[in-house]
């Protein structure tokens, strides 16, 4: 097995698993803010498959890994209704939220698991390690204001028109791929999440 389709294999698993807590996390503070369609569309649960999303946490992180365009994956997003939740469009600010600050906390968990046990095994030293910054770059990631990623519901939170929330939907997929393969922005992200997660590890030192 080439190094490449390694990489793409761990990341590929290695996304499946934060992105269960990920879109839980939005799930339950949706639901905790009153709107019950989470609950009703099953998504209140750390069951995999409710979340895992074929092209964004299979197939295209998969993809971009082999060609070295860096990574990109979502996983399910999670429905709500502003009108349900508490404090309305605030509310629905602090659904969006939920996400990427559950994997800052995910991060945490690894980097701790990385330090405590790492002298144990290099395999979960590294592994571990890799997840925490694979974590902190999933929460950067997720703000980009560009639908389907959480950041874009910042902007309905905002109040930005929706006629252009709706171009936005439209393009999004595109947006993305062509930001993250002609653009810095991936450099950017990259540079964040490794200080980002050295930042972390030095708290455990």
């Not at 490449?4 to 990920?22: G, K, Q, S």
């Not at 950041?151 to 791929?177: D, H, N, Q, T």
């Not at 653009?183 to 972390?200: E, K, V």
């Amino acid at each position: 097995m080439s190094f490449p389709l390694e990489a793409a294999l761990l990341n590929v698993a290695l996304l499946c698993i934060l992105t269960v807590p990920h879109e839980f996390a939005h799930a339950w503070v949706a639901t905790k803010l009153g709107d019950d369609t989470p609950e009703r569309e099953g998504r209140v649960t750390l069951y995999p498959p409710a979340h895992i999303d074929l092209m964004g946490t299979l197939i295209l992180p998969a993809v971009m890994t082999l060609l070295g365009g860096g990574m990109l994956g979502w996983g399910r997003p999670v429905n709500t209704s502003p009108s349900r939740l508490r404090w309305g469009l605030n509310g629905l600010a602090l659904v969006a939220l939920a996400g990427p600050a559950s994997n800052f906390l995910l991060a945490l968990l690894c980097a701790a698991v990385s330090v405590t046990f790492g002298a144990l095994s290099s395999d979960v030293r590294e592994i571990s390690g890799r997840a925490a910054q694979l974590s902190v770059y999933l929460a950067l990631f997720n703000l980009i204001p560009v639908p389907p990623l959480d950041g874009s519901k910042l902007l309905i939170a905002a109040r930005v028109p929706m006629v252009i929330y709706e171009e936005l939907a439209r393009f999004g997929f595109l947006l993305l791929l062509v930001a993250m393969s002609v653009t810095n922005l991936g450099g950017y992200l990259s540079h964040f999440t490794f200080r980002i997660t050295r930042a972390i590890f030095n708290l455990f030192y």
